[in-house]
């Protein structure tokens, strides 16, 4: 069973900065693809960002609302994967997941809420 911890969510001004981090149970980076999800209240989870394993290349992927503003990355030492999140919009208010996924294995965290102030 893989557990996966998010920190780094809060509030903050539009315009400003947060970096989520999200620190797994194993040595999962090597394989799982790992990726950030969000769910603002009366809406559907989506997708924000995904970043392959070691044996994928670590490829990125965003989704086009946050292209240019967030960066996905990973620590494969310390097993964990950071959301870099820079000119936050209102838009951005959610609760972001973190996912691991191997094939038919799907893993979430808890979630972080982030709160952006117009």
Known sequence: QVQLVES???LVQAG???RLSC???GSILNMYTMGWYRQAPGKQRELVATISSISGR???NYADSVKGRFTISRDNA???VYLQ???LKSEDTAVYYCNAHYFRYDYWG???QVTVSS
């Open 8 to 10: 780094g969510g809060g």
């Open 16 to 18: 400003g900065s947060l």
């Open 110 to 112: 808890q979630g972080t």
């Open 58 to 60: 670590g490829n990125t």
């Open 23 to 25: 620190t797994a149970s």
């Open 78 to 80: 310390k097993n964990t």
């Open 85 to 87: 999140m820079n000119s």
